[in-house]
């Protein structure tokens, strides 16, 4: 399988700190995005950052790719409350076509 | 835009029963797929298309059908519910984006429907 693996599983910090989460995959991409999940809803695109890439700002988030480690990692910088949510990283599914490989995820609490 | 949306939001089936959970999305985008989400896991693929007429399955397609009918529609039936098949589904929609950089696919999700079978 291909299938991402986010770590750590579980991430708690106070708020205004940085938030570091890893993403490692097993083979080739084209692109990797990471998503967030608010407790209960679905999930939501933050960014994605292509194969010939190495890093990607939006805001807050800072998104570095090393494709000779198969690795991502997501920077959250001055986190906040609001913040708190699981965060998935998603490799291109090369056998299913326009799909996507989702790892298990991160689980970012943010204390105020 | 509405986006996609999902149709029940929570359900629960006796063992044996069949239902199909809706998706529908208004953004004309031309490919769909369903995944589960099971707790501590990532999501899983069951069913995709790339287009109306055209299905194919994913990752976890046992139990599971889909129709393609419309571009706006992509219910997902459950033949004969079974207790592992308690999950959360999420209904995504996708298209093809273009940038000087290259195309990638950008995927939207549906709000997910919590579905426990007893």
């Known amino acids: 399988s291909q299938q991402g693996e986010e770590d750590p599983q579980a991430l708690s910090i106070q708020e205004g700190e940085n938030a570091t989460m890893n993403c490692s995959y097993k083979t080739s991409i084209n692109n990797l995005q990471w998503y967030r999940q608010n407790s209960g809803r679905g999930l939501v695109h933050l960014i994605l950052?292509?194969?010939?890439?190495r890093e990607k700002h939006s805001g807050r988030l800072r998104v570095t790719l090393d494709t000779s480690k198969k690795s991502s990692s997501l920077l959250i910088t001055a986190s906040r409350a609001a913040d708190t949510a699981s965060y998935f990283c998603a490799t291109d599914a090369r056998d299913y076509g326009q799909n996507f490989v989702f790892g298990p995820g991160t689980r970012l609490s943010v204390l105020p | 835009n509405a986006g996609v949306t999902q149709t029940p939001k929570f359900q629960v089936l006796k063992t044996g029963q069949s239902m199909t959970l809706q998706c529908a999305q208004d953004m004309n985008h031309e490919y769909m797929s369903w995944y589960r989400q099971d707790p501590g896991m990532g999501l899983r693929l069951i069913h995709y298309?790339?287009?109306?007429?055209?299905?194919d399955q994913g990752e976890v397609p046992n139990g599971y059908n889909v129709s393609r009918s419309t571009t706006e529609d992509f219910p997902l039936r459950l033949l004969s519910a079974a207790p592992s098949q308690t999950s959360v589904y999420f209904c995504?929609?996708?298209?093809?984006?273009?940038?000087?950089?290259?195309?990638?696919?950008?995927?939207?999700f549906g709000p997910g429907t919590r579905l426990t079978v007893t």
């Open positions: 995504a929609s996708s298209t093809l984006r273009t940038s000087g950089r290259g195309a990638a696919y950008e995927q939207y």
């Open positions: 950052i292509r194969s010939n890439e």
């Open positions: 298309s790339v287009g109306a007429g055209i299905t």
